[in-house]
């Protein structure tokens, strides 16, 4: 199926590896010209080295909203305004039980998890509104809409994320803007690896081990009954950030394995 997206010129964010990356390679591979950031500059060009295609590499910590001011600059420099912002990049944050995290958990978790998507969408907005055009899509999760104790500052910036895609599809709409979000649940990515091995090393097993009971204890209605795959998710994003959904706009797409109990 072609995607429509020859020609057209995309930011990901949270790229050096997951699903940023992943979706990287799509949009590269649909002849996209493609720019992408995350934290550590070494890190990014190693990912960029491994994509299918030429990338512009920026990294950027988009807590400061001057490196985030400053992406904007080099990317629009080296590529033009992207008419297409796909914001991947997130962390676990601060985890425990509410009494137990204090005001940096869940300002830290609040500023990487949601402020981030606010300042990179503000940043980016403008040269699509110019432009008359522009697809977004932020990643939300399953925890936007089911909480889960033990990590309830990310369950809350994910809400966020969710509210202010919504917020921005009836504002900018009529100007061409197709705002959406991607929700996944469990995706084999750095994060949920390192969320594995600490559960293998607390419960004195090995990796799988920890996946199983993870799944078999935490994520009961995860039918298909193993972790994502990245590419899985970044194959709805390509398809959101296409020609193929110009009648799509303010949508939470799942890609959860029927993790979210609820219609």
């Not at 990014?44 to 001057?66: E, S, Y």
């Not at 925890?143 to 033990?150: E, F, G, K, N, T």
């Not at 929700?183 to 996946?211: H, L, Y």
Request: glycine share 10%.
């Amino acid at each position: 199926m072609d995607l429509g997206l020859r020609g057209r010129t995309a930011l990901i964010t949270g790229a050096d590896s997951g699903i940023g990356w992943h979706t990287a390679r799509l949009l590269l591979e649909e002849g996209a010209r493609v720019a992408v950031t995350d934290l550590d500059q070494d890190a990014l060009d190693a990912a960029a080295a491994d994509l299918p295609g030429p990338v512009t590499a920026v990294a950027a910590d988009l807590t400061d909203p001057a490196a985030v001011d400053r992406l904007h600059r080099e990317v629009v420099a080296a590529v033009g305004e992207p008419g297409i912002l796909v914001h991947a990049a997130g962390v676990t944050g601060a985890q425990g039980l509410f009494h137990e995290i204090d005001d940096e958990g869940w300002r830290s978790t609040l500023d990487t998890d949601f402020l981030a998507a606010v300042r990179v969408v503000r940043a980016f907005l403008p040269g699509m509104r110019s432009a008359g055009r522009g697809r977004v899509v932020l990643l939300a999760s399953e925890d936007a809409v089911q909480p889960y104790p033990d990590e309830l500052p990310y369950c809350a910036a994910k809400a966020a994320v969710l509210s202010l895609v919504k917020g921005l599809s009836k504002t900018y709409g009529r100007e061409g803007i197709l705002v959406n979000a991607v929700s996944p649940a469990f995706i084999a990515t750095p994060m949920t690896d390192a969320m594995m091995a600490e559960r293998a090393q607390e419960r004195g097993g090995g990796v799988q081990e920890a996946i199983e009971s993870f799944l078999d204890e935490e994520r009961p209605f995860m039918e298909l009954k193993r972790r994502g795959e990245p590419e899985e998710v970044a194959a709805v994003i390509a398809f959101l950030v296409s020609e193929r959904a110009s009648f799509v706009t303010g949508s939470n797409y799942r890609v959860d394995s029927g993790s979210v109990a609820t219609i």
